[in-house]
Every structure is written in structure tokens, then in C-alpha cells.
């Protein structure tokens, strides 16, 4: 059975930090990507920051030099370690595992979602 646990999230204050974590088990974890999504009220999901399989990270530009993306394989887990929050940063966040098949649909699994709040 696959699953994507999420924990971490809270409400913080202004430039505060959180430190999200998301547990797998029932896939292979090490040959997915994993990335973070979040999404606040009225928006879309919007995706906030990748790890390959290989290590490569990317961010999206609202959170680069503040957010990091790490990954251990042995405990199947991904990290988002989330530094100077903003206001804007308050959303939902989502863990997202997927594998892109060389032939055939991609294999994607997704979290419940842990809830960050930015507020005074």
C-alpha cells in the first residue's frame, strides 16, 4: 500500500521556520522525483520545490534562498526546510512522489497535506 505521510506544519510568525517532513513506504522510493506543492485558499497548486532521484533540486522563484529540498533515502523520507516565512507562504502543502515511465503513464502518488500558517 503506498503512502505519503506528511508532518510538520503549524502556524509560525513572520520570519520563522518550519521544517516539513513526508514519510513513504510502498513504492520504490529511491528511482521517484519528489517534490512539494502547496496550495493556498483561491489558488492553484502551485509547485514550490523538486528533488530527482539523482539529487537536482529546483525551486520556484518565490522561495529560492529560502526554502531547501533535501531527501534520505534510507529513511524514505523528503524534507522542506522552510526559512524566513512570509504571509504569502500560508497554504496547504502537499508531498508528491513521481516516477516517469519510459513507456506508458507516469506512476504519481500524493500526500494528505499538512497545513502552514504565516501569521502575527
Known amino acids: 500500500q503506498v503512502q505519503l505521510v506528511e508532518s510538520g506544519g503549524g502556524l509560525v510568525q513572520p520570519g520563522g521556520s518550519l521544517r516539513l517532513s513526508c514519510a513513504a513506504s510502498g513504492f520504490a522510493f529511491s528511482v521517484y522525483d519528489m517534490r512539494w506543492y502547496r496550495q493556498a485558499p483561491g489558488k492553484e497548486r502551485e509547485r514550490v520545490a523538486t528533488?530527482?532521484?539523482?539529487?537536482?533540486?529546483s525551486y520556484v522563484d518565490s522561495v529560492k534562498e529560502r526554502f531547501t529540498i533535501s531527501r534520505d533515502n534510507a529513511k524514505k523520507t523528503v524534507y522542506l526546510q522552510m526559512n524566513s516565512l512570509k504571509l504569502e507562504d500560508t497554504a496547504v502543502y502537499y508531498c508528491n512522489a513521481l516516477y516517469t515511465m519510459p513507456v506508458g503513464p507516469d506512476r504519481a502518488y500524493w500526500g494528505q497535506g499538512t497545513q502552514v500558517t504565516v501569521s502575527s
Open positions: 528533488i530527482r532521484s539523482t539529487g537536482g533540486t
